[in-house]
Structures are given as C-alpha cells and as structure tokens.
Nanobody, 123 residues
Framework: QVQLVESGGGLVQAGTSPRLSCLASGRTFSTYYMGWFRQAPGKEREFVGGISPSGYRTSYAESVKGRFTISRDNAKNTVYLQMNSLKLEDTAVYYC????????????????WGQGTQVTVSS
C-alpha cells in the first residue's frame, strides 16, 4: 500500500512557476507509475500528466503540455509537478496518484490517491 501527501499549493500569481511535491510512503515507490490530476469546482477530475517508474517516460494533457513538467526522485520517494506560466484556468485542487498499470488518463485506473493540494491562480 502507498500513502501519498501533496504539498506546495496555495495562492499564486498568474505567470509564476510553483512546484508541487508528492511524498509517498513505502519501499515500493519506484515500481509505481505516478499521475497528477486536478479538479476545478464543478468540473470532473482531469488528467494532468504521468510518469513511468524509471522517470524516462512522461505524458501530458494538451492543456498543460509545454508548461508543466513531471519528474520524480525515487531515492526521496517523491514526484514533482513543475508548473510554469500559470493561467487562471489552472486553478484547481491538484492530486497525485499511483498505479502499477501504466500511465492512464482515466482516474479510475489509479489505486492510491493523495488528499490534494489547492492551487489558486490570481491575476
């Protein structure tokens, strides 16, 4: 079992570049595919990006491609979401999630979830 804790959210200005972190418990972190999702008020939870266990393969939603970067440090049991050029529409609760299945766009494919961290982008 994996427990996930996100951090790094808050109130940020448009155009800035904050970084979210997700710390995982357990000794098997390096075997999991990790995903970042977000959910804005009144909207469904959507895929932001994912990363393979080794970190060599990543995938992104079109809405964030070229602005967001996912990375991981398996020695620190941590996955990161570097967010650049933030827009107002990036405001959401951001979640990290883990699965052994692969990088999937559907939240239903992920087995473990963090509690989420709020990111509010102001103009």
């Amino acid at each position: 079992q994996v427990q996930l804790v996100e951090s790094g959210g808050g109130l940020v200005q448009a155009g800035t570049s904050p970084r979210l972190s997700c710390l995982a418990s357990g000794r098997t972190f390096s075997t999991y595919y990790m995903g970042w999702f977000r959910q804005a008020p009144g909207k469904e939870r959507e895929f932001v990006g994912g990363i393979s266990p080794s970190g060599y393969r990543t995938s992104y939603a079109e809405s964030v491609k070229g602005r967001f970067t996912i990375s991981r440090d398996n020695a620190k049991n941590t996955v990161y979401l570097q967010m650049n050029s933030l827009k107002l529409e990036d405001t959401a609760v951001y979640y990290c999630a883990a699965t052994t299945k692969g990088i999937y766009y559907s939240y239903a494919s992920y087995d473990y979830w963090g509690q989420g961290t709020q990111v509010t982008v102001s103009s």
